[in-house]
């Protein structure tokens, strides 16, 4: 099992900056890619981004590249999202999650935390 923990979520206006972490405790975190998805209301879930188990070559929906980074610090069980140049489209509840292998967007997750809320104003 991994339990997975969100943090970082909060009110901000567009334009902002917003941090949001990911800690992971249970089996060996550096064994699991990472992934970040988002649900905003009455939409379904989607795919934000991942990280591969090694740090190297994060994946971004398109929607997110160039604003949105992921990074990892597996000494600290930890992965981050940090997001810039919020707009109120990116209002949604963000997910972290957990695969042993990777395999794109539509990854079979076989962990996920509680989700963080993020809400952008305008």
């Known amino acids: 099992q991994v339990q997975l923990v969100e943090s970082g979520g909060g009110l901000v206006q567009a334009g902002d900056s917003l941090r949001l972490s990911c800690a992971a405790a249970?089996?060996?975190?550096?064994?699991?890619?990472m992934g970040w998805l988002r649900q905003a209301p009455g939409k379904e879930r989607e795919f934000v981004g991942a990280?591969?188990?090694?740090?190297?070559?994060?994946y971004y929906a398109d929607f997110v590249k160039g604003r949105f980074t992921i990074s990892r610090d597996n000494a600290k069980n930890t992965v981050y999202l940090e997001m810039n140049s919020l707009k109120p489209q990116d209002t949604a509840v963000y997910y972290c999650?957990?695969?042993?292998?990777?395999?794109?967007?539509?990854?079979?997750?076989?962990?996920w935390g509680q989700g963080t809320q993020v809400t952008v104003s305008s």
């Open positions: 990280i591969r188990r090694s740090g190297r070559s994060p």
């Open positions: 249970g089996r060996t975190f550096s064994n699991y890619a």
């Open positions: 999650a957990a695969v042993e292998i990777y395999n794109g967007p539509s990854s079979q997750w076989n962990y």
